[in-house]
Nanobody, 115 residues
Framework: QVQLVESGGGLVQTGGSLRLSCAAS????????MRWYRQAPGKQRELVAA???????NYADSVKGRFTISRDNAKNTVYLQMNDLKPEDTAVYYC?????????WGQGTQVTVSS
């Protein structure tokens, strides 16, 4: 039923920026919290940022001041603006959302930051 399509990943140099997007389609009547996770090779998946329906946000300490999560409810889309990227940010990024009592995951998009 529900599909999440991610885009915006790529290869950038240290200090560069990327903007990830994740658009949900299908039978979703309500979107609640929306999140971005990431998983680097050899490491566990970690929560990067989250945003609630009312707009409140939280971030991992490692990305505070550099990343911004936002949402467009009319488009059923969540974004992650990533600035001042560091090699430590290299990972596969996954969007995640709660909708109509269910939890959904995107397919993941690769972000690579070179030195």
């Amino acid at each position: 039923q529900v599909q999440l399509v991610e885009s915006g990943g790529g290869l950038v140099q240290t200090g560069g920026s990327l903007r990830l997007s994740c658009a949900a389609s299908g039978n979703i009547f309500r979107l609640n919290a929306m999140r971005w996770y990431r998983q680097a090779p050899g490491k566990q998946r970690e929560l990067v940022a989250a945003i609630r329906d009312g707009g409140s946000t939280n971030y991992a300490d490692s990305v505070k001041g550099r990343f911004t999560i936002s949402r467009d409810n009319a488009k059923n889309t969540v974004y992650l603006q990533m600035n001042d990227l560091k090699p430590e940010d290299t990972a596969v990024y996954y969007c995640n959302l709660d909708g109509s009592g269910r939890n959904y995951w995107g397919q993941g998009t690769q972000v690579t930051v070179s030195s």
